[in-house]
C-alpha cells in the first residue's frame, strides 16, 4: 500500500507536465490515475484514518498508562466521525469543509486504577486551499 500512495503522490504527478494538453488523447485508465493522484496530494488530509490529535493525560500517580475511549454522554453527538488508536485521534470517515466544520465528540481517559475522567471536545475542520484551487478573493 504504501508503494502504490508513492507512486500515486511522489512519482505519477511528475509526469502530469508531460500530460499537460493532451488529456483528450490520453486512455481513461491514465486520465483516472492522473485524477487520483491529484486528489491525494491536494486532499491528502481527507483521507480515512488521518490523525486530528494526540491525547495526554495528566495525573498525579507519575508513570500510569492510560487508555482513551469515546463515550456517549452530552457532546459525544460525532462520535461515530472518529476512532481512537492508542492515545491518536483517527478520522473515520471523509470530511468536506463545503458541508460541515465542526464536530463534538465525548472521551474518556481511564488510568490503571480504574480512574476516569471525561471530556468534551470541539473538533473544527479547516479548509486548506490545495495548489490546484484557485484563491478567492
Same mark, same amino acid.
Given at each position: 500500500i504504501a508503494t502504490t500512495v508513492f507512486l500515486l503522490t511522489f512519482v505519477l504527478p511528475r509526469f502530469t507536465t508531460l500530460f499537460a494538453g493532451k488529456e483528450a488523447l490520453l486512455p481513461l485508465p491514465t486520465k483516472m490515475l492522473l485524477g487520483i493522484s491529484a486528489f491525494l496530494r %491536494?486532499?491528502?488530509y481527507l483521507v480515512?484514518? &488521518?490523525v486530528v490529535g494526540t491525547f495526554t493525560t495528566t495525573d498525579? %500517580?507519575?508513570g500510569d498508562s492510560y487508555t482513551?475511549?469515546?463515550v456517549t454522554?452530552?457532546?459525544s453527538a460525532d462520535n461515530a466521525s472518529f476512532t481512537i488508536l492508542g492515545n491518536q485521534l483517527l478520522t473515520a470517515e471523509v470530511f468536506d469543509f463545503e458541508t460541515r466544520? &465542526?464536530?463534538s465528540?465525548?472521551?474518556r481517559t481511564t488510568d490503571q486504577g480504574g480512574l476516569t475522567f471525561e471530556r468534551v471536545f470541539i473538533i473544527h475542520v479547516l479548509r486548506v486551499l490545495s495548489s490546484s484551487q484557485p484563491q478567492q478573493e
Open positions: %491536494d486532499f491528502w480515512i484514518g &488521518t498525579p %500517580d507519575a482513551y475511549s469515546l454522554g452530552i457532546g466544520n &465542526t464536530y465528540i465525548r472521551v
